[in-house]
């Protein structure tokens, strides 16, 4: 059992930037895969950012270069940190964690509780 906690979302401008933190808690943190996925009002639950156990990262192609995943395993955590935000990139973010790799959201089993993003124009 995996129990993920979202925090740092919150309310900023345009171009802003914002971290959003992922506490990983239960069994090997450092052997999952883990992921961010976000979900608008109206609109399905997508891919973000993904880093694998071996520090592959994998990016949609809507937040690459601006969005960097990264953890620090001895504080069970993976971080997104998003920059040159935009007004799509409002939604709730979800951390999310498996034993594999998908951008799929429904082959993983473990989900934080999300937190909110809104980008004002």
């Known amino acids: 059992q995996v129990t993920l906690v979202e925090s740092g979302g919150g309310l900023v401008q345009a171009g802003g930037a914002l971290r959003l933190s992922c506490a990983a808690s239960g069994r090997t943190f450092s052997r999952f895969a883990m992921a961010w996925f976000r979900q608008a009002p109206g609109k399905e639950r997508e891919f973000v950012a993904a880093?694998?156990?071996?520090?592959?990262?994998y990016y949609a192609s809507s937040v690459k270069g601006r969005f960097t995943i990264s953890t620090d395993n001895a504080k069970n955590t993976v971080y997104l940190q998003m920059n040159s935000l935009k007004p799509e990139d409002t939604a709730v973010y979800y951390c999310?964690?498996?034993?594999?790799?998908?951008?799929?959201?429904?082959?993983?089993?473990?989900w934080g509780q999300g937190t909110q993003v809104t980008v004002s124009s």
């Open positions: 880093i694998t156990w071996s520090s592959s990262t």
């Open positions: 999310a964690a498996d034993k594999a790799y998908s951008s799929a959201y429904d082959e993983y089993d473990y």
